[in-house]
């Protein structure tokens, strides 16, 4: 089946610093994949997407990368901020088209 | 304002009592899906639409039921509510098929379900 790792539960960060969130998939080979930030409570809201052919993609302060070598895309929030702190998921379509799988997602905590 | 809004957002409920969480879409979107989202399991699947009348079994899509008569609205049916579907329940659209390039999934902000 297909399947989405985010490594860690949870990464704590002082104010400033930059955030890199892991993803890894196994067993697919998806044409992009996505990140959505979830706040406490609420619903995930989309933030980036980067397809297999593009390396890198930026938006702002962030910067997500794509190595379908690895199978893995990392996730940059550079010069972070306590508002920056949620949940971070990954995620990729089914093949079928038909759902988005999503990681257990990474919890960023940023303290000032 | 595009949105997908979803009600109630808290619901106390008990076991057996049938109940209908309502999922509604302001985007003209085709692609509407059902997630329950539980602690140490994350977002899984229960059911989707890829257009009006056409519905499908997700991940988790036991003791759940579904519809969707229109476009817009694609409510959640819980016949008989057990306390394991106690969980933080999201409805989600999309243009065309789940999330595509050009159309990432819009979430409603949740409804809570604790069924005791």
């Known amino acids: 089946s297909q399947k989405i790792e985010q490594n860690s539960e949870a990464l704590n960060i002082q104010e400033g610093k930059t955030a890199t969130l892991t993803c890894n998939y196994t067993?697919?080979?998806?044409?992009?994949l996505q990140w959505y930030r979830q706040d406490p409570g609420r619903g995930p809201v989309f933030l980036l997407l980067i397809r297999e052919n593009e390396k890198e993609k930026r938006k702002e302060r962030l910067k997500v990368t794509f190595d379908t070598t690895l199978k893995q895309s990392l996730f940059h929030i550079t010069a972070s901020q306590p508002a920056d702190s949620a949940t971070y998921l990954c995620?990729?379509?089914?093949?079928?088209?038909?759902?988005?799988?999503f990681g257990k997602g990474t919890t960023l905590s940023v303290s000032s | 304002e595009a949105q997908v809004t979803q009600n109630p957002r808290y619901l106390i409920t008990v076991t057996g009592k049938k109940l209908t969480v309502t999922c509604s879409q302001n985007m003209n979107h085709e692609y509407m899906s059902w997630y329950r989202q539980d602690p140490g399991l994350g977002l899984r699947q229960i059911y989707y639409?890829?257009?009006?009348?056409?519905?499908d079994k997700g991940d988790v899509p036991e003791g759940y039921k579904v519809s969707r008569k229109e476009k817009r609205n694609f409510p959640l049916i819980l016949e008989s509510p057990s306390p394991n579907q106690t969980s933080l329940y999201f409805c989600?659209?999309?243009?065309?098929?789940?999330?595509?390039?050009?159309?990432?999934?819009?979430f409603g902000n949740g409804t809570r379900l604790t069924v005791t």
């Open positions: 995620a990729h379509r089914n093949q079928a088209g038909t759902a988005l799988i």
């Open positions: 067993n697919y080979s998806p044409a992009y």
């Open positions: 989600a659209s999309s243009f065309g098929q789940a999330s595509s390039y050009n159309s990432p999934l819009h």
């Open positions: 639409s890829m257009n009006v009348e056409v519905t």
